[in-house]
T-cell receptor, first 115, second 112 residues
């Protein structure tokens, strides 16, 4: 079974500053990794995903994440945040392979961008 | 393509009643998953349907059930509602490829 840890429940950051949201996972098999964003009163939207290949993944809205297998991490970064980035961010994991496995979400990190 | 739609968007029920929520996936998607989101428990997986069959199930009591129709539309039913069932219920559809999911806006259920 897989599990996901997001160590920071809340991250305040000033506008135009860089940000890193941390995600660590646990799994005995190869995984697919995802970051989703949820704006207030909305569903989740996929930011980016890691399936295989390059460990640096670029997503929408200027976000990127790096897969580190040895540290079982998939941290999300943005070099300069905007007010509109204020939202809840979820890291998710699922087992890679041919048989389906459910997607496990982390508890979420609330990003607050301060003007 | 139209996105995932969920109806109704908001619902108020009283304890002991039952409720049915509906989800229409993106055209061509055969997998539909349901999640419960609460401030205390976060995003919890309820179940997933693929081609009308329940393929995965989370750790929820039997009061929570679902089904999927031949057109991939899905319904979720909660019987004998409890106050703790108040939550945002999210539906997500997937083509099945790499488990990438597309979420609907959710149904906000309030149990009084």
């Amino acid at each position: 079974a897989q599990s996901v840890t997001q160590l920071d429940s809340q991250v305040p950051v000033f506008e135009e500053a860089p940000v890193e949201l941390r995600c660590n996972y646990s799994s005995s098999v190869s995984v697919y990794l995802f970051w989703y964003v949820q704006y207030p009163n909305q569903g989740l939207q996929l930011l980016l995903k890691y399936l295989s290949g390059s460990t640096l993944v670029k997503g929408i809205n200027g976000f990127e994440a790096e897969f580190n297998k040895s540290q079982t991490s998939f941290h999300l970064r943005k070099p300069s945040v905007h007010i509109s980035d204020t939202a809840e961010y979820f890291c998710a994991v699922s087992a890679a392979g041919t048989s389906y496995d459910k997607v496990i979400f982390g508890p979420g990190t609330s990003l607050s961008v301060i003007p | 393509k139209a996105g995932v739609t969920q109806t109704p968007r908001y619902l108020i029920k009283t304890r002991g009643q039952q409720v049915t929520l509906s989800c229409s996936p993106i055209s061509g998607h055969r997998s539909v998953s349901w999640y419960q989101q609460t401030p205390g428990q976060g995003l919890q997986f309820l179940f997933e349907y693929f081609s009308e069959t329940q393929r995965n199930k989370g750790n929820f009591p039997g009061r929570f059930s679902g089904r999927q129709f031949s057109n991939s539309r899905s319904e979720m039913n909660v019987s004998t509602l409890e106050l703790g069932d108040s939550a945002l219920y999210l539906c997500a559809s997937s083509s099945g490829r790499h488990y990438e999911q597309y979420f609907g806006p959710g149904t906000r259920l309030t149990v009084t």
